[in-house]
C-alpha cells in the first residue's frame, strides 16, 4: 500500500514537472507576436493561476492508461506525450471552471478566489478562458501534427468540448441559483446533465485519448470503453452529489451547498420521485433557499425518504453492472480490462 502511494505521489510529481514547459511555449507564441509586456504578464498569471492547481486525476489518468495500453513497451517519449494529452484535458477543464464560476457567480474555487474575482480581473476573464481553450490546439499542432492519429485528437476535443457545453446548458436552464422551480427536475434530466457536463471530458477522455496515442483503430474498443466510462462517470457524480450532503466537511475539504444553491442533484431527483403531496410542498417551499432552517428541513425529509438507504442501494447495483461489464470485455479489439478496473478501484466507496 505504502510504495502504491509513494508511486502515485512519483507520477504525480512527473506530471506536474512538464507544467512549466508548456507554460514556457505559449508565452513564446506571445513574443512571437510582439505582445505587450503588460499582456504578456496577465497570460503568464492566468495560466499558472487556472490550469495547474486540482486534482489532477483526469491528466494523470491519459498517463496511467498509456502505461496499461503498452506494458512493457512504454517508452519514455509515449509517456511524456500522454503527459501533454493528459495537461490538455487540465486545460480543458481550466477553460470551464473559468467560465463555469462566473456563470455561477461563484466566490471561490480551489481555495482561493475564483479567477474572475481575484484582484483587477472582472470579465476580462472571458477573453482568458477561450485563451486557454485555444492553448489546447496549439500543443496538439506542435506535438502531434506528424501522427496518424492527429485529426482523431482533434476531432475528439471539438466533440467533448461541445458535449461539455450542452450539459453545462441543460443544467444552467433547469436549475438557476435565482430561480427554483422543481417541476423542471426529473431522474432522466439529471442523467444527461451529468453524462454531458462530468462524464464525457471526466472519464471517456482521458482513456480515448490514450488509445488513439498507442495506435487504436478498431470502432469497437472505443465503443467497449465509452459503454462503460460514460456510466462510471454517471455513478462517480452521483456520489458526488451523495457525499454533498452527507459527505463530512473536514474529509471531503468543503461544506455541502447543493440544496441552497437549487442545484439539480441525484438527491432532490430521489426525493422528488418519492415524496407524498404533503412532503412535495416542504420541497416545493425549502430547497434553494440560502437559508440553514430551510436546509435543515430538506435533510430531515431525505431522512424520512431514506434517501441514503437508496443511494446505498444504488450504489451497490451500479458496482455490479459496471463489474460485469468489465468482466465480459474483449481484450482483443484493443483495450484492457485494467484501465476500467483502476479507474472503479479509485471512486468505489470514495468519501471525498
Not at 487540465?90 to 474555487?109: K, N, P
Not at 468543503?254 to 441525484?266: A, P, R
Request: glycine share 6%; with cysteine.
Amino acid at each position: 500500500m505504502v510504495a502504491i502511494k509513494l508511486q502515485k505521489e512519483e507520477n504525480r510529481k512527473a506530471f506536474l514537472s512538464v507544467f512549466p514547459t508548456l507554460r514556457d511555449e505559449v508565452l513564446a507564441e506571445l513574443k512571437k507576436y510582439n505582445m505587450p509586456e503588460d499582456a504578456y504578464e496577465w497570460t503568464k498569471r492566468n495560466l499558472e493561476y487556472n490550469v495547474p492547481g486540482g486534482k489532477l486525476n483526469r491528466g494523470i489518468s491519459v498517463v496511467d492508461t498509456v502505461r496499461i495500453l503498452k506494458g512493457d513497451s512504454v517508452t519514455e517519449d509515449d509517456i511524456f506525450k500522454a503527459t501533454v494529452l493528459g495537461w490538455l484535458i487540465e486545460f480543458l477543464q481550466a477553460f470551464f471552471l473559468v467560465s463555469d464560476d462566473i456563470m455561477d457567480a461563484s466566490i471561490t474555487r480551489r481555495g482561493q478566489p475564483c479567477w474572475y474575482k481575484s484582484s483587477g480581473v472582472g470579465m476580462v476573464a472571458i477573453n482568458d478562458a477561450f485563451i486557454l481553450e485555444s492553448c489546447i490546439y496549439i500543443f496538439l499542432k506542435k506535438y502531434f501534427k506528424g501522427t496518424d492519429y492527429y485529426v482523431e485528437l482533434i476531432e475528439l476535443f471539438h466533440e467533448v468540448t461541445f458535449q461539455t457545453e450542452l450539459g453545462q446548458l441543460c443544467d444552467l436552464i433547469t436549475a438557476p441559483e435565482d430561480h427554483v422551480d422543481l417541476s423542471k427536475f426529473s431522474v432522466k434530466k439529471h442523467q444527461f446533465i451529468v453524462i454531458y457536463k462530468t462524464a464525457y471530458y471526466s472519464f471517456y477522455l482521458p482513456v480515448a485519448l490514450a488509445m488513439h496515442m498507442v495506435g487504436v483503430k478498431n470502432e469497437e474498443a472505443f465503443k467497449s470503453a465509452h459503454d462503460i466510462l460514460i456510466p462510471l462517470g454517471e455513478y462517480f457524480q452521483v456520489q458526488d452529489d451523495y457525499l454533498d450532503c452527507y459527505g463530512a466537511p473536514e474529509v471531503i475539504g468543503k461544506i455541502g451547498t447543493d440544496i441552497m444553491d437549487n442545484k439539480c442533484s441525484w438527491l432532490i431527483n430521489q426525493a422528488l420521485d418519492k415524496a407524498n403531496p404533503e412532503q412535495r410542498k416542504v420541497l416545493d417551499e425549502n430547497y434553494g433557499k440560502k437559508d440553514a432552517e430551510a436546509e435543515a428541513k430538506i435533510k430531515q425529509l431525505y431522512i424520512e425518504l431514506d434517501i441514503e438507504g437508496v443511494y446505498k442501494a444504488y450504489e451497490e447495483k451500479s458496482y455490479n453492472e459496471l463489474s460485469a461489464l468489465i468482466e465480459k470485455l474483449d481484450e482483443s479489439v484493443g483495450v484492457k480490462k485494467q484501465v476500467f478496473v483502476e479507474f472503479m478501484d479509485k471512486i468505489y466507496k470514495r468519501t471525498k
